[in-house]
């Protein structure tokens, strides 16, 4: 679930866990594993899928569904778990900060009708996804930012309070000794939490929460909170969410393209990988140098996941097993 695994760096001291960390308790596939899951799958509703390493979240996410609670309310909870993880200085509080000392969160739902709502450059509310939910059920618009969104959440009873925790703050504080800014693969200096639900009915909704790139200049942000870009959910076709080098997803509008390529007849298998192909085949790609990462799920509950290097997983929650799965990757060479 962390994604922050996708960078590597060789000035940030302290501040990142090694990409085994992140894959503890991964469980290898096979081919033949990965095809029966999926076959499997079209009967066994309801699902939820998780980026990175999210057990707990998706277990909260299917106490929802399996109470027969909807895919949004599970999404919304579900991320939630990570976004109140301080200690995983993961999303929401406790996430590593801008160069500045902020820590800066961006959010997006989107529910079975399609309608949406995202946050960006939200600060001092924990919870984004819920400001996220409220955006878009509550106001005219699909996107708030900054200080307008800081400020829509106090009114609807979100709580104000200080996001940078100890362990953060002194993770920064490192990394100004040098003030060194260099994406490199695999370490964890950004993360995000993307999560896709069927409930009972068959419904699809989904969600994407982050705290961004770690030590990012101040105002940045990337896909997570855009839509069609971090996340996209057709309920007749399936949902699509991405994790990684955010500026290299919004450049293909990865989600959207995923499903618009299932929407065509690829599996969700199919549909990531070639998303993942739109990005190394573009002129003068540098991918060796950065990591994307989606997962999928179409209607009938068949799941897909790839990346452009390994070290990326999914955790999936079906058929009261949870399990985290490391996914396949295009550069073998790495």
């Known amino acids: 679930m962390k994604r922050r695994n996708f960078l590597k760096n060789a000035s940030l001291t302290g501040v990142g866990l090694a990409v085994g960390n992140t894959l503890v308790n991964c469980t290898e596939k096979t081919s033949e594993e990965k095809k029966a899951a999926t076959t499997?799958?079209?009967?066994?509703?309801?699902?939820?899928?998780?980026?990175?390493?999210a057990k707990n979240a998706t277990a909260k996410a299917w106490d929802v569904l399996q109470a027969g609670g909807n895919a949004l309310d599970a999404v919304e909870q579900g991320c939630m778990i990570e976004e109140a993880n301080e200690k995983g200085q993961s999303v929401g509080k406790g996430g590593l900060p801008d160069r500045d000392g902020n820590v800066t969160?961006?959010?997006?739902?989107?529910?079975?009708?399609?309608?949406?709502?995202?946050?960006?450059?939200?600060?001092?509310?924990?919870?984004?996804?819920?400001?996220?939910?409220?955006?878009?059920?509550?106001?005219?618009?699909?996107?708030?930012?900054?200080?307008?969104?800081?400020?829509?959440?106090?009114?609807?009873?979100?709580?104000?309070?200080?996001?940078?925790?100890?362990?953060?703050?002194?993770?920064?504080e490192q990394w100004?000794?040098?003030?060194?800014?260099?994406?490199?693969?695999?370490?964890?200096?950004?993360?995000?939490?993307?999560?896709?639900?069927?409930?009972?009915n068959g419904d699809l909704s989904g969600g994407c929460t982050t705290s961004g790139l770690a030590y990012k200049m101040a105002g940045r942000v990337g896909d997570s909170p855009i839509i069609g870009s971090g996340l996209f959910v057709d309920n007749e076709i399936g949902a699509a969410v991405a994790t990684g080098l955010g500026e290299e997803v919004v450049k293909t509008v990865g989600s959207f393209l995923i499903v618009e390529l299932m929407r065509?007849?690829?599996?969700?298998?199919?549909?990531?990988?070639?998303?993942?192909?739109?990005i190394v085949s573009k002129p003068n790609s540098n991918y060796k140098n950065f990591q994307v990462g989606y997962i999928a799920v179409n209607k009938q509950g068949e799941t897909g996941y790839y990346s452009i290097h390994k070290g990326f997983s999914m955790t999936r929650f079906q058929e009261e097993q949870n399990e985290n799965i490391q996914s396949d990757y295009y550069n073998k060479d790495n």
């Open 40 to 53: 499997r799958a079209k009967t066994a509703l309801p699902l939820v899928i998780a980026t990175w390493k």
């Open 264 to 278: 065509q007849g690829k599996s969700p298998q199919e549909a990531c990988e070639e998303a993942i192909n739109r």
């Open 176 to 200: 100004k000794i040098k003030s060194e800014y260099k994406p490199i693969i695999n370490i964890e200096n950004h993360d995000t939490i993307g999560m896709l639900a069927i409930d009972k």
């Open 105 to 172: 969160l961006d959010a997006c739902v989107m529910n079975k009708e399609g309608n949406c709502g995202s946050v960006v450059y939200l600060q001092n509310i924990t919870h984004a996804i819920s400001v996220a939910r409220k955006v878009m059920e509550d106001t005219p618009h699909v996107m708030l930012a900054g200080k307008g969104a800081e400020q829509f959440a106090v009114s609807i009873g979100l709580k104000q309070e200080n996001l940078l925790t100890e362990a953060s703050k002194k993770a920064w």
